[in-house]
């Protein structure tokens, strides 16, 4: 009987090893993500094969799997980068963040806006580093410290990163675990009850302490209602896609109009929250193109995305789908691999990237019609979006078919098997700070519910509680742990002339991160063994 426990515990141990190699190599090492992954790739095909009797047929069928996702979730990246660079190229992004400064003069209201709102917008759009690039650097124009300004965008968007690039994230963990986007999305929009208000308190409390949090508490009650209601009812319609950008939106439009009101026109504490660098306005009195304008791709994409859930556009444009077939396999030892019909399918209409690259060409007729366009744009855009996506493609790549591998050789069913023995009860607690860890190690959310999104489920279901409310908490938990992934924080301290004193970003951001997690946590808790 000891033999097989410790044989069990052994392999436990050699489960986890793809994960060990992942982490050692990241923080030990010091290696980029790409390298990482494909050495954490290829532990898992050789303790599959050895280990887990996974044969070479299933092995290949799981790296064509995981090709076939990293395609669905490439494709998103790509468009959404690209759009992002034409908007940026042609002038329109300033004009944008022109107007958001423009809202008003109210210190506290001003950094609700731009780095809860605004760089979140930013997030739905792009993501992928750009809302911290662009967001951070404005804000130290307008006069706030650089440290404030990149620790405040990295704790204020950290709601908005799940939906955000155009829904990859929330894609991925669905994929990943079979569950509908309809479901899981609108259990991510309730779990995210918890990270909205935290995260719009803490850029107020790291601003300026309890009298920011005090003077801003109406605003952050209001507009955090607002975002919530607004990204629950987008995930209801089935446009998690759009879950980030509309929610984002009607923030900034909410706080435009709080700052209207009695509460700070009155009481406006522009004076009281002194900045150390003297505030510059850097909205031009003349502005050579209007905000519509401006935003006129983003309109584009969002009424393409409406026209999306129409039953009878979604059935003419079925057709149009790419995806492949999957047999079922069996491991040695009889762990069972069920078949997959049109896998990670891309359909024309609702798929974001196919709606993204039209919105970018829309975006592109405006533009010349009204002036603003210049031929050499596309080049140049293609030319920084390759820049900016090669690393991060390839390390999704390897990620997923890391992942894919691990779970179709049966080795996240045991790990899952193992965690849930370990923590019991106590798993829900834990299951956002694994998130965390994925976010921390890859600097994505998308990564790290490629990681961990099929292990979170599958120990869901083997302690016997919502698998659906696990793997929500997983992609909830990744993107508040964004907040604190070094990769990040080096792009938003390099932004604002901070280069090698990331520690002092960190500092302020890693409490309000495990502090938010730890929330989530306990609600996640609640829901798991009180609720249902």
């Known amino acids: 009987m000891n033999e097989d426990i410790a044989m069990l515990v052994g392999k436990w141990l050699l489960a986890l090893l793809p994960i060990i190699v992942l982490l050692f190599t990241i923080l030990y090492l010091k290696w980029d993500a790409p390298k990482s992954g494909a050495v954490a790739w290829f532990t898992s095909m050789l303790i599959g094969s050895v280990i887990f009797g996974a044969d070479n047929r299933l092995l290949a069928l799981a790296n064509s799997k995981g090709m076939s996702l990293s395609a669905y979730v490439l494709l998103i990246v790509w468009s959404a980068v690209y759009l992002y660079n034409i908007v940026e190229k042609v002038g329109a992004v300033k004009v944008i963040g022109d107007n958001m400064i423009s809202i008003t003069k109210d210190k506290a209201l001003q950094v609700l806006i731009m780095a809860w709102c605004f760089s979140s917008f930013m997030q739905g759009i792009a993501g992928f580093g750009v809302p911290i690039a662009v967001v951070a650097p404005i804000m130290v124009v307008m006069g706030f410290q650089p440290v404030v300004a990149v620790a405040t965008c990295l704790v204020g968007y950290c709601w908005s990163i799940s939906f955000g690039s155009m829904g990859s994230s929330f894609y ?13 999305g609108t259990w991510m929009s309730i779990i995210f009850i918890v990270p909205v208000f935290l995260s719009g308190f803490g850029t107020l409390f790291i601003f300026g302490g309890k009298s920011a949090v005090k003077h801003g508490m109406p605003a952050v009650l209001v507009t955090g209602t607002v975002i919530c209601s607004s990204m629950w009812l987008m995930n209801i319609l089935d446009a998690g896609q759009l879950a980030t950008m509309i929610p984002a939106l009607l923030g900034c439009c909410t706080l435009a109009i709080m700052a209207r009101t009695r509460i700070y026109r009155e009481n406006s504490q522009e004076e009281s929250f002194v900045i150390a660098a003297a505030e510059t306005n850097t909205c031009s009195t003349v502005k050579k193109m209007g905000f519509h304008l401006a935003f006129s791709p983003y309109y584009i994409l969002i009424a393409l995305s409406l026209l999306a859930q129409i039953k009878g556009a979604a059935h003419l444009f079925s057709p149009l789908s790419w995806g492949l077939d999957y047999p079922a396999e069996q ?24 709606l993204m690259m039209i919105a970018a060409l829309g975006g592109i007729l405006v533009f010349k019609r009204a002036g603003y366009w210049r031929s050499e744009i596309l080049g140049e855009a293609a030319a920084k979006t390759i820049k900016q996506c090669i690393t991060t493609s390839v390390g999704i790549i390897t990620m997923v078919m890391m992942a894919i591998s691990m779970n179709d050789a049966g080795i996240t069913s ?24 994925g976010a921390f190690l890859t600097g994505s959310n998308t990564n790290a519910n490629v990681m961990f999104g099929a292990l979170q489920a599958e120990t869901a279901k083997v302690l016997g509680i919502s ?36 520690s002092e970003v960190m500092s302020r951001t890693i409490p309000y991160c495990l502090g938010i997690s730890l929330m989530v946590g306990i609600y996640a808790w609640i829901f798991s063994y009180i609720i249902f």
């Open 172 to 184: 991925t963990i669905q994929l990943v675990t079979s569950i509908p986007a309809v479901t899981i």
């Open 331 to 354: 491991t040695v030892f009889g762990y069972m691999v069920k078949p997959e019909h049109m896998y990670a399918r891309i359909n024309l209409l609702n798929h974001p990237g196919p």
């Open 414 to 437: 045991l790990l899952a098997n193992g965690m849930a023995g370990a923590t019991g009860k106590l798993f829900p607690v834990l299951s956002p700070y694994i998130g965390v860890l």
């Open 467 to 502: 698998s659906v409310i696990i793997a929500a908490v997983q992609s909830v938990g990744a993107a508040v742990g964004c907040s604190i992934a070094p990769t990040t924080v080096m792009l938003g301290s390099t932004t604002v002339g901070m280069n090698g004193r990331e």
